[in-house]
Nanobody, 113 residues
Framework: QVQLQESGPGLVKPSQTLSLTCTVS??????????WSWIRQPPGKGLEWMGV???????YYSPSLKSRTSISRDTSKNQFSLQLSSVTPEDTAVYYC?????WGQGTRVTVSS
C-alpha cells in the first residue's frame, strides 16, 4: 500500500518561499501513469489543488498559483517537493500530498512574521 508523508517547516515568514517534501513508500513515483499532487486546505475553507508531477516528470499547476509554484522530484529518494514563493498569510493552510486516493496526513504551515 502506498504511503505518503509530508515534511517541512511549520512556520514561514511572509515573502519567503515555502518548501515541503513528500516521501513516498510502498510504491515508486516513477510508476507508469501515476501522478503525484499537492493539495492544501486553508483554515475554514475547502481543498485547493495546487499542482501535480506525473510519473514521467511532467508538471501541471493550478492557473491561480502557477506563477509562484514549482513541483520537483528526487527519484533516488522517492520524494517529490513543493515550492511556493512569495508567500503571504493567505497561504496559511494544511498542505497534503496525494496520489490516486492515497493521502499524506497533512502538515500545517503558518505564514507569519
Amino acid at each position: 500500500q502506498v504511503q505518503l508523508q509530508e515534511s517541512g517547516p511549520g512556520l514561514v515568514k511572509p515573502s519567503q518561499t515555502l518548501s515541503l517534501t513528500c516521501t513516498v513508500s510502498g510504491g515508486s513515483i516513477t510508476t507508469r501513469y501515476y501522478a503525484w499532487s499537492w493539495i492544501r486546505q486553508p483554515p475554514g475553507k475547502g481543498l485547493e489543488w495546487m499542482g501535480v508531477i506525473a510519473w514521467d516528470g511532467s508538471t501541471y499547476y493550478s492557473p491561480s498559483l502557477k506563477s509562484r509554484t514549482s513541483i520537483s522530484r528526487d527519484t533516488s529518494k522517492n520524494q517529490f517537493s513543493l515550492q511556493l514563493s512569495s508567500v503571504t498569510p493567505e497561504d496559511t493552510a494544511v498542505y497534503y500530498c496525494n496520489a490516486h486516493g492515497y493521502w499524506g496526513q497533512g502538515t500545517r504551515v503558518t505564514v507569519s512574521s
